[in-house]
T-cell receptor, first 111, second 111 residues
Framework: DAKTTQPNSMESNEEEPVHLPCNHS???????IHWYRQLPSQGPEYVIH???SNVNNRMASLAIAEDRKSSTLILHRATLRDAAVYYC????????????FGAGTRLTVKP | SQTIHQWPATLVQPVGSPLSLECTVE??????LYWYRQAAGRGLQLLFY??????ISSEVPQNLSASRPQDRQFILSSKKLLLSDSGFYLC??????????FGQGTRLTVV
């Protein structure tokens, strides 16, 4: 099974950048790296995904290591509304694109 | 646009009673569908996923079952609820390897 490893928690100051790491050393060549975040009592929200190249969207940036064994979600300026649990998961096309979540990283943003 | 509906939002059921949670998706066809459960303060546990009508993959053997009677309908059921079935149940859909969309969830309390 494709698995990811993330720190349990991280803290950031408001308006500073945040780098959330994820290790996925067993990733296969066709597995996609996805990031979601979950606010309390809500369903997860898609943030970003990528395969090999770095990706940018309005919410965040995704930096993928050259060997693809790790990735980093970058929030360029953290706000209090970014406080959430962030999940890094692998989408495995060879296994019907199943989505298995780990414990994620709980991000605390301090004003 | 695509939307996902999940109901009810909250549910309190006695031990031994049956359960039926429904999830429907609009605006797409042949989506991959998923059921998750989240215990308080924990990550998301994948329960079932489906790649087509009548095709259900079970991830965790337990007293829950899932069915997909129509392309955009996914139902989670139980004949007899246990106390341990309490949790936050989430339905999700995804086209393929791209972003997944989650419903608002059902908070189930078994008493």
């Amino acid at each position: 099974d494709a698995k990811t490893t993330q720190p349990n928690s991280m803290e950031s100051n408001e308006e500073e950048p945040v780098h959330l790491p994820c290790n996925h050393s067993t990733i296969s060549g066709t597995d996609y790296i996805h990031w979601y975040r979950q606010l309390p009592s809500q369903g997860p929200e898609y943030v970003i995904h990528g395969l090999t190249s770095n990706v940018n969207n309005r919410m965040a940036s995704l930096a993928i290591a050259e060997d693809r064994k790790s990735s980093t979600l970058i929030l360029h300026r953290a706000t209090l509304r970014d406080a959430a649990v962030y999940y890094c998961i692998l989408r495995v096309p060879s296994n019907n694109n199943d989505m298995r979540f780990g414990a994620g990283t709980r991000l605390t943003v301090k004003p | 646009s695509q939307t996902i509906h999940q109901w009810p939002a909250t549910l309190v059921q006695p031990v031994g009673s049956p359960l039926s949670l429904e999830c429907t998706v609009e605006g797409t066809s042949n989506p991959n569908l998923y059921w998750y459960r989240q215990a308080a303060g924990r990550g998301l546990q994948l329960l079932f996923y489906s790649v087509g009508i009548g095709q259900i993959s079970s991830e965790v053997p337990q007293n829950l079952s899932a069915s997909r009677p129509q392309d955009r309908q996914f139902i989670l059921s139980s004949k007899k609820l246990l106390l341990s079935d309490s949790g936050f149940y989430l339905c999700a859909w995804s086209p393929t390897h791209t972003e997944a969309f989650f419903g608002q969830g059902t908070r189930l309390t078994v008493v």
